[in-house]
């Protein structure tokens, strides 16, 4: 009796649901369980894509009449019972799994266990709406061909399997397009547009060369006609710092600071090597305490 439409509670509820009612980027609360599994609630059921998988699966088993509704109901009852039951469960089955989410599961947790708890958690409410909305049309659930029994079963097996399906493909798909997004959201630094194409890569250091400027990227190298002061500005996205009036690097790029020959220099990770003068010796000691 469990409507297919769990599917699109699963899935585009998910969507919405990061990083849950606990901000896993700075760790606080901003939300309690029951208020946040309310707002979830409101999103999916306000999701056009939710209601028209909803319509289209409710349609497809009404016409088809399985589990015996078929032979038992008229088309327009029939239609209207998997209409019910697939709207019903997707709400139940929304209100179940966030709920348990967020009470049991709340920063997260083992794969087995983000599949069991949301699934366990909305096999319940699903399965007693079903037994609500059936109760409506067939006074006696065995009519439906099952027990109580062997429907909560049912709606177990296939929570579980909706939730091993959404963390074990659709999650995983969906960071990567969250983690796509992010970084190609992120504003690149002015400087890069100065560079031919195919050098536009991570910003490491630039340096001073008479009248130009050499901007290092993990990608090679360029010369720019400007002056060092200007392209400091231009890179102002990327954190780092001038550490001598001739170069300045991304505080990525560095891997140490050695003293060599009575000389400081700023060891980086492509190789290079970059000296420090004694006006900025102190920024950059406090600014790489551990390098």
Known sequence: MLGVGRVCEVYIGRQSRKPGYVDQEFGFVNDNPINFTLRQLHSVFASPLAWGIMV???AVAGITGPFSTFDQ??????IAYWMAIVIASYGAGTVGATLAQS???PKGGPLLARIAVPGIGSSIP????????SWLFFPDLSDTGLSLFELYVYCLLISLALMAVVEGVFEPQLERRRAQ???ETAKAPKILERLPKDMRGTLSHMS???HYVEVHTDKGKSLVLMRLSDAIAEAEEVRGMQVHRS????AEAVSAIKRVDGRVLVMLQSGHALPVSRSYLAAV????PNA
Do not use: C, E, K
């Open 126 to 133: 699903v399965t007693a709406a079903v037994v609500l909305i």
């Open 181 to 183: 997004s992010a970084q």
């Open 208 to 210: 001073m060369a008479d």
């Open 73 to 78: 109901l008229a088309p327009a009852p029939r």
């Open 103 to 105: 009470l049991i599961l």
């Open 285 to 288: 000691r406090a600014n790489f």
């Open 56 to 58: 289209a699966v409710g």
């Open 247 to 250: 170069h300045w690097v991304a």
